[in-house]
């Protein structure tokens, strides 16, 4: 069964960082990326990060670039998304997903559709 369970969210005030950690299991793929989503009250849930796992090949929203990091730890089956300099805007509930399938666009990356399976999501809430 794959298990995506994020982790490392919480409240923080803008100017902060936070480091989101999403810990996979019970899958054995070797296409795959591992993206990042958040999701704020009535709106809609949009890509911010991924990661694929055949080349390392990051993506980012224009939103975060120079801002978050994304990175993958194989022997821990582990992805972290650091934040830096975070700001009001960034307050959502994120979301890791896996897509089982090799990305080599910002497309597959941000459309949520294309998951496979996610996580139940990590509130991170900036305050000004």
């Known amino acids: 069964e794959v298990q995506l369970v994020e982790s490392g969210g919480g409240l923080v005030q803008a100017g902060g960082s936070l480091r989101l950690s999403c810990a996979a299991s019970?899958?054995?793929?070797?296409?795959?990326?591992i993206g990042w989503f958040r999701q704020a009250p009535g709106k809609e849930r949009e890509g911010v990060s991924c990661i694929s796992n055949s080349d390392g090949s990051t993506y980012y929203a224009d939103s975060v670039k120079g801002r978050f990091t994304i990175s993958s730890d194989n022997a821990k089956n582990t992805v972290y998304l650091q934040m830096n300099s975070l700001k009001p805007e960034d307050t959502a509930v994120y979301y890791c997903a896996v897509i089982l399938q090799s990305i080599s666009s910002w497309y597959p990356c941000s459309a949520p559709p294309l998951y496979d399976y996610w996580g139940q999501g990590t509130q991170v809430t900036v305050s000004s």
């Open positions: 019970g899958f054995t793929f070797d296409d795959y990326a």
